[in-house]
């Protein structure tokens, strides 16, 4: 399988919303008695492995031919079959073909062949033309022709033929041979005119030795297996093997450089340079925001929030509009724009108070930007890059670069409306990313922000009636990632139904509870901690046996992760660094006394960390907890060490304090 290059920016990015593909439900077209080609039989016939019974589909064959015309226009031939193992795989007897007014599609057809042996073809003639669908704020000149394969059964065959015609805007072409399907054969063969030249770079497998018949170079594959989805496991896109391959004429050295991230920076900044134009209405506005402001970063602060609040995420992606910002004029006066066009406004406007920013071109997926593959097609986001005025410190925990030649950059997402400046979304954090200046392109690595950025702080005062019955008040303080997540959840309820989102969040934890009371400060200033209030009472909580009392000191929160008791294939990955602090104060009842309290726990690693201690003084059981989350990936040669630890969280969350009723 290949990739074309229709994954446009900013595609990702509108706050936590991840961009989905639509794989449409049509009516299936009557086809003929069908001529099945010979490849089709051929793959058809093939011997299979083994498969688990999990297994939807298998790719029987995934060739591409690339053909490379002298005056840059490229031709792709793509031929694909599949066989369908289980029902959930007949989506994939619909063909999504994408074009575009500068992309051509010269033919598309199809096959299948059913168990019963039925056969059937469909073609030119039975596609369905479509829009991109995919979000409301998307404008997109990307349209699709579909194919809807008759036939699409369990046991059926599916094929299907379509050839492209292009001229990119960058001379690399991107060749994914791994899926979430196990693959048979696959094959990609590029061909080059004479004098020009090819560079393959490979990630996540071994580079392979092409074969060449004429002008054309080919590398085949053959059981391909299939990526395996597995809880908190890291991107698809950054575990799949892949292989992105440039070609330029051998004369041209700045063709030769395409393939360096330096010339891809330079190409960005090249098509943004125009658009970081002011204009009397963004000096007005920027006067406005910053009107007896004297301290530099509130008057960055101002500027980020308008960028963010007050410019509307809509993406208009025409031709190169799918790469190439809008002007900062443009977005300004419409009040509209996506990622890279934000980033564009909230540059131009920095430039307004005298500070200089830079684009940073990013994936939203962590591991998908690898150092050794300079690819364009690896992007999908922009943010900025705020170099600090001199005499202004930077603050611990920002995310914050050191540039040998800029000094201090603040790394900064106008697009997340949530995530104020000072902030990073945890998506971007231990990630890679293309800084772009006048000068070209650097690779930079993006900081993970320590646990305290991310704070989840817990204080309840309770209290537990004689019948085992407790009741009080808890009030979290949220920080960093735990606030953005929690605003988001609380946000997309109506009023009148945020507090059911405390009520399911008890319901975890709790047996028969009622909520009494909850209220939220600070949801929509996004710049100070958010604070939840709730008042509950849970019957039953404490169980009687006989003159003892059993009462779990952990009500809320879990940390124990049943992750790492699972077999697991790749590493784990969390998605944020982090700290929870959990203080439970209860109030026993009069006329009990202890009998026996959980030992205290203290365990770590280099990843994370945990304490707990329970006391008695007095009436009042006290249970406090910390919790780091040190670092967001765990390599799997280090699984076993942290299935020890999690198992020891999780015995100290079940752990219950006895009281002993004293004796009338």
């Known amino acids: 399988m290949t990739i074309r290059w229709f994954s446009r920016l900013c595609k990702a990015a509108n706050s936590v919303a991840v961009a989905s593909f639509l794989v449409l439900s049509?009516?299936?077209?009557?086809?003929?008695?069908?001529?099945?080609?010979?490849?089709?039989?051929?793959?058809?016939?093939?011997?299979?492995?083994?498969?688990?019974?999990?297994?939807?589909?298998?790719?029987?064959?995934?060739?591409?031919i690339t053909t490379i015309a002298t005056n840059g226009e490229v031709t792709t031939f793509n031929r694909v079959a599949y066989k369908i193992l289980r029902p959930s795989g007949k989506d994939l007897g619909n063909v999504h073909v994408p074009f575009t007014p500068e992309t051509k599609i010269n033919f598309?057809?199809?096959?299948?062949?059913?168990?019963?042996?039925d056969e059937y073809q469909v073609g030119e003639k039975d596609a369905i033309e479509t829009n991109w669908m995919n979000d409301a704020a998307d404008y997109s000149d990307v349209r699709y022709k579909v194919l809807v394969l008759p036939g699409r059964e369990v046991g059926s065959i599916v094929g299907y033929e379509y050839e492209q015609r292009e001229r990119p805007y960058f001379q690399q072409d991107m060749w994914l041979f791994q899926s979430f399907y196990p693959v048979l054969k696959s094959r990609f063969t590029i061909s080059v005119p004479p004098g020009w030249e090819f560079k393959d770079t490979w990630t996540n497998h071994l580079s392979l030795t092409p074969t060449r018949v004429g002008d054309n170079i080919t590398w085949e594959l053959q059981n391909v297996p299939p990526i395996e989805h597995e809880d908190d496991m890291p991107s698809s896109r950054s575990i799949a093997g892949r292989m992105v391959i440039s070609y330029y004429p051998a004369n041209s050295a700045n063709s030769r450089t395409q393939a360096t991230w330096n010339?891809?920076?330079?190409?960005?900044?090249?098509?943004?340079?125009?658009?970081?134009?002011?204009?009397?209405?963004?000096?007005?506005?920027?006067?406005?925001?910053?009107?007896?402001?004297?301290?530099?970063?509130?008057?960055?602060?101002?500027?980020?929030?308008?960028?963010?609040?007050?410019?509307?995420?809509?993406?208009?992606?025409?031709?190169?509009?799918?790469?190439?910002?809008?002007?900062?004029?443009?977005?300004?006066?419409?009040?509209?724009?996506?990622?890279?066009?934000?980033?564009?406004?909230?540059?131009?406007?920095?430039?307004?108070?005298?500070?200089d920013a830079y684009y940073v071109v990013v994936n939203t997926e962590r591991g998908v930007v690898r150092d050794e593959v300079p690819s364009v097609g690896s992007f999908n986001h922009v943010i900025s890059a705020i170099k600090l005025p001199a005499g202004v410190l930077a603050e611990d925990g920002q995310p914050i670069i050191e540039h040998p030649k800029l000094g201090k950059l603040l790394l900064f997402d106008p697009t997340h409306d949530m995530v104020?400046?000072?902030?990073?979304?945890?998506?971007?954090?231990?990630?890679?990313?293309?800084?772009?200046t006048p000068d070209g392109g650097e690779l930079i690595r993006m900081?993970?922000?320590?646990?305290?950025?991310?704070?989840?702080?817990?204080?309840?005062?309770?209290?537990?009636?004689?019948?085992?019955?407790?009741?009080?008040?808890?009030?979290?303080?949220?920080?960093?990632?735990?606030?953005?997540?929690?605003?988001?959840?609380?946000?997309?309820?109506?009023?009148?139904?945020?507090?059911?989102v405390v009520d399911r969040y008890l319901a975890s934890f709790l047996g028969q509870f009622k909520l009494e009371k909850a209220s939220v400060a600070n949801l929509t200033t996004y710049d100070k901690d958010l604070v939840l209030i709730f008042?509950?009472?849970?019957?039953?909580?404490?169980?009687?046996?006989?003159?003892?009392?059993?009462?779990?000191?952990?009500?809320?929160?879990?940390?124990?992760?049943?992750?790492?008791?699972?077999?697991?294939?790749?590493?784990?990955?969390?998605?944020?660094?982090?700290?929870?602090?959990?203080?439970?104060?209860?109030?026993?009842?009069?006329?009990?006394?202890?009998?026996?309290?959980?030992?205290?726990?203290?365990?770590?690693?280099?990843?994370?960390?945990?304490d707990s201690k329970v006391q008695l003084s007095g009436n009042l059981l006290t249970y406090t907890r910390n919790y780091r989350i040190k670092d967001v990936f765990i390599p799997i040669n280090r699984f076993e060490e942290m299935r020890t630890f999690y198992r020891q969280v999780a015995a100290d969350e079940r752990n219950s304090a006895v009281l002993r009723k004293d004796a009338q």
């Open 26 to 64: 049509l009516p299936v077209h009557a086809g003929s008695k069908a001529n099945i080609p010979g490849w089709m039989r051929e793959a058809a016939s093939a011997q299979l492995p083994a498969y688990s019974a999990e297994t939807d589909a298998v790719k029987l064959l995934d060739e591409q």
């Open 263 to 355: 010339a891809l920076g330079l190409w960005y900044a090249s098509l943004a340079a125009d658009r970081l134009v002011t204009s009397p209405d963004i000096k007005s506005r920027v006067a406005a925001l910053t009107s007896g402001l004297t301290d530099p970063v509130a008057k960055m602060r101002a500027l980020s929030a308008f960028a963010q609040r007050d410019i509307r995420y809509v993406a208009v992606e025409i031709g190169i509009g799918g790469w190439q910002p809008h002007a900062a004029g443009d977005v300004f006066r419409n009040r509209f724009g996506d990622c890279k066009d934000k980033a564009t406004l909230l540059n131009t406007m920095l430039k307004e108070i005298g500070v």
């Open 420 to 436: 104020p400046l000072g902030q990073l979304p945890y998506y971007l954090q231990a990630n890679k990313g293309l800084l772009v």
């Open 447 to 500: 900081p993970l922000l320590k646990p305290d950025t991310n704070r989840l702080l817990r204080v309840a005062n309770l209290e537990l009636t004689p019948e085992g019955t407790l009741l009080g008040e808890v009030q979290e303080l949220r920080s960093g990632y735990y606030a953005a997540e929690t605003r988001a959840r609380l946000l997309s309820e109506q009023v009148m139904d945020r507090a059911q």
């Open 535 to 610: 008042r509950f009472e849970a019957t039953g909580y404490a169980k009687l046996a006989g003159n003892l009392l059993l009462i779990r000191p952990r009500v809320l929160g879990e940390k124990a992760m049943d992750e790492f008791e699972r077999k697991r294939k790749y590493p784990v990955e969390f998605r944020h660094a982090g700290h929870h602090t959990d203080t439970f104060t209860i109030k026993v009842p009069p006329g009990y006394q202890l009998d026996e309290l959980p030992d205290p726990v203290t365990i770590s690693n280099d990843f994370v960390e945990y």
């Open 108 to 117: 598309i057809r199809g096959w299948s062949i059913t168990a019963k042996g």
